[in-house]
């Protein structure tokens, strides 16, 4: 008599003997659907593979064989090019992947979620454009699927920012699950298991979430939902337990609607009442005291204390989900010891970035931390990446200006420095160093020009007068130096004015400076070897040089570099993007930038084929196009964007009366969050614009008639389509610079 109760799991024995001959093959006929399998039939591998493999032990072979065929699969399908993806079928081929990213969730596949945790910044790009509703959602899946399993605390700054965005209406709704699911699986690789310290993470991540919100009765009732639900998850024996840990929550949601919400449950009933304090916020005066240390100390005899105060923080930012702290200490310290010890500044700026990665005062120090080490390559290759995602950020744009003159490519440092100067005419920075480079190329007019300008629009800015000083005296036009002599020394600039009346002696009798090379000097520029200090993702790096070529590209091609920028060069890279586009055909922001600069004019409808949820490429295809009807479903299918989009519907003259209200009213409040890069951008830029304009920015009315005028349309679709459309994947760097050891 056979056995009735053995193998109950796995009836089909038949099938599992063509596994193990081949496992590759079957799990890839599971997936394609045309496995059949009794009892399953044609099998669903959500299904069919937890009802073989679930109840196998860890060591099992056949376990193994499954784990390396998932993997091999996941591998194989995420390079499938775009073009095969859209013969396949797009969102039969998404819901392949959705498929196999669950079966990696729910089986204890440790090959495949090794890999995907080695590979995330490039499964990670794989899966973000690629979503087709919460039940089509490959990155929700593969966040998932690494939530599951963690070995170690890398992902726990993406766990917090998960649940931060979703509340701040960047993520969807469900997203918030993801988030504390990430946070629950934790490990803190430098303590015990403790589960008072996995909740206390946990309300961190409730907390940053409910910080976003908006103060109406849905939130608040989703607010008490997701509390019950912990308090039904986590039993605790009184309320003054769940007020230990849930304080620090408390205390960084003062000031959002929140708070009262904190208080409601945790007993604080009245309104101006103090919660005992039992967690303590980060002070303040112990950096100050560190700063004035390192005037007098030895950085080496202050480094376990800088190490202390950086602990102290990120703990902060663990069970609250402010970074605050963390990002503004690691990066005054950083500022502060790049001469000395480049190697842990960067090691500062990095793990700050991880929690804060949209902070464009840390990426310029990472930047020069890298020039401080000698890493030339990757130090432009982030100033281009800080150029992209803060297009009006003029320090990194100098920086950047300066490190190609340092690299002799004079002619592209002249064009980046061009852009900033005409983009910032009142910074004093971008206007001395491009004047500095047309003297160095013996242009002394054109620097003289330049400087004169400028001072006579800002007559007090000491470093340019200087300068101008000193290029009137290498022309010879000594009256005129002697003229800003005397505008010096009206401003009391004593070292300036030693240095300017030197020159100008030497002028006098016959002796001519040598000009000085402008920017860094580098004794081997871009020759770099051995590991990168303060940065420790490869894949990350690796997609953050591939968007510096992008971006780089994209400059190169922009109309305001084609007057510094010879023909042939231009052509040259045209022909170098169209060679990378070829080697990475599922780049978003790369098809995006050959589509924009006329490399791939007529790329518009695959684009948004290959790339349905990108909501930039979805933009910018609408602009270029002028669809109204393209931006009035983008409008409705993605209200978080909303306001972007309603400004791009006046930008070509379709907004109805509601749209450029609307508009009106989203540019005349105050900025939205940081972190949304397009949103913030355009809403600074917009501003920028009318104040120039002469526009009151308090009256919504009055701007939303400057949009519907011609000039207004003028401005803001050079905002949308000069950078703002370009921010493609900005989101996915978080907690990717540094892995936790």
Request: glycine share 8%; charged share 25%; hydrophobic share 45%.
């Amino acid at each position: 008599m056979a056995d009735l109760t053995a193998d109950v799991a796995r009836p089909d024995q038949d099938w599992l003997a063509r596994f193990e001959a081949a496992p590759e093959r079957e799990f890839d006929r599971v997936m394609s659907g045309v496995a059949l399998i009794p009892p399953y039939g044609l099998a669903d591998p959500v299904t069919v593979l937890p009802a073989f493999f679930g109840a196998l032990e860890p060591d099992d072979p056949r376990l193994h064989q499954l784990d390396a065929a998932a993997c091999s699969w996941l591998e194989r399908w995420r390079r499938i090019s775009p073009a095969d993806r859209r013969a396949y079928g797009l969102k039969r081929y998404v819901c392949d992947g959705v498929a196999a990213l669950t079966v990696v969730q729910h089986l204890p596949l440790a090959e495949t979620r090794a890999h995907l945790r080695r590979c995330y910044g490039a499964y990670l790009r794989w899966a973000e454009g690629l979503t087709f509703g919460s039940a089509r959602d490959l990155r929700a899946r593969l966040w998932y699927a690494l939530a599951e399993d963690q070995p170690d605390a890398r992902f726990q700054v993406l766990w917090q920012h998960i649940c931060r965005d979703t509340g701040r209406g960047i993520y969807p709704p469900h997203y918030l699950t993801i988030g504390l699911l990430g946070l629950r699986r934790l490990r803190i690789a430098d303590r015990t298991p403790d589960e008072d310290r996995t909740l206390t993470l946990m309300l961190g991540g409730l907390g940053a979430w409910a910080a976003g919100l908006d103060d109406t009765e849905t939130n608040h009732k989703a607010f008490l939902q997701e509390w019950g639900l912990l308090n039904w998850l986590h039993t605790r024996p009184s309320r003054g337990a769940w007020r230990r840990l849930a304080d620090p929550a408390l205390i960084a949601s003062r000031g959002t609607p929140s708070e009262a919400w904190w208080r409601e449950v945790l007993g604080y009933e009245r309104a101006g009442a103090a919660p005992p304090r039992l967690v303590r916020e980060p002070d303040v005066a112990d950096v100050r005291k560190l700063l004035d240390d390192l005037n007098d100390e030895p950085l080496a005899s202050l480094r376990p204390q800088i190490r202390t105060l950086i602990a102290k923080r990120r703990d902060w930012a663990q069970v609250t989900g402010s970074t605050y702290y963390l990002s503004r200490t690691a990066g005054n310290i950083a500022g502060r010891i790049i001469d000395q010890d480049a190697v842990f500044a960067a090691d500062l700026v990095t793990e700050a970035l991880d929690w804060e990665p949209n902070n464009e005062i840390l990426w310029n120090l990472w930047a020069r931390a890298l020039l401080a080490q000698g890493r030339i390559a990757l130090a432009e290759a982030v100033l281009w990446e800080s150029v992209r995602r803060f297009p009006d950020d003029e320090p990194s744009q100098v920086e950047l200006g300066r490190v190609l003159a340092g690299a002799g490519r004079l002619d592209e440092a002249a064009a980046v420095l061009t852009t900033a100067v005409d983009r910032f005419p009142d910074r004093e920075p971008c206007h001395v160093e491009l004047a500095r480079l047309w003297a160095w190329r013996g242009d002394l007019a054109k620097a003289i020009g330049l400087l004169s300008g400028f001072t006579d629009r800002s007559p007090s800015q000491e470093i340019a007068l200087t300068h101008l000083g000193h290029f009137l005296t290498d022309a010879g036009r000594l009256d005129d130096a002697r003229t800003i002599l005397e505008r010096l020394q009206r401003l009391n600039a004593q070292r300036a004015l030693a240095e300017l009346a030197s020159a100008i002696r030497n002028a006098e009798t016959g002796r001519v400076r040598s000009p000085r090379m402008p920017g860094y000097q580098f004794a081997a520029a871009h020759r770099e070897t051995g590991a990168v200090a303060g940065a420790g993702d490869p894949g990350a790096l690796d997609a953050l040089r591939l968007d510096a070529r992008i971006t780089r590209a994209d400059f190169n091609l922009s109309p305001a570099a084609s007057a510094h920028i010879a023909e042939d060069r231009r052509a040259a890279v045209r022909e170098d993007l169209a060679a990378l586009l070829d080697e990475h055909p599922d780049h978003a922001y790369g098809r995006l930038v050959a589509y924009q600069r006329g490399v791939t004019p007529d790329a518009g409808a695959t684009l948004l084929e290959d790339f349905p949820a990108v909501y930039e490429l979805r933009l910018a295809v609408a602009l270029h196009r002028g669809d109204r009807e393209a931006l009035i479903r983008l409008r409705d299918d993605d209200r978080h964007r909303g306001p972007i989009t309603r400004l791009a519907l006046c930008a070509i003259g379709s907004a109805d009366d509601d749209d450029g209200r609307r508009a009106g009213a989203w540019v005349q409040r105050s900025a939205p969050p940081g972190d949304d890069l397009l949103a913030a951008y355009v809403h600074r830029a917009v501003r920028a614009v009318l104040s120039r304009a002469g526009i009151g920015l308090e009256d919504g009315n009055a701007i939303a008639d400057r949009l519907a005028t011609l000039a207004g349309r003028v401005a803001v679709r050079a905002i949308l389509e000069d950078h703002a459309t370009r921010m493609v994947n900005t989101q996915s760097f978080a907690g990717t610079f540094r892995l936790a050891a």
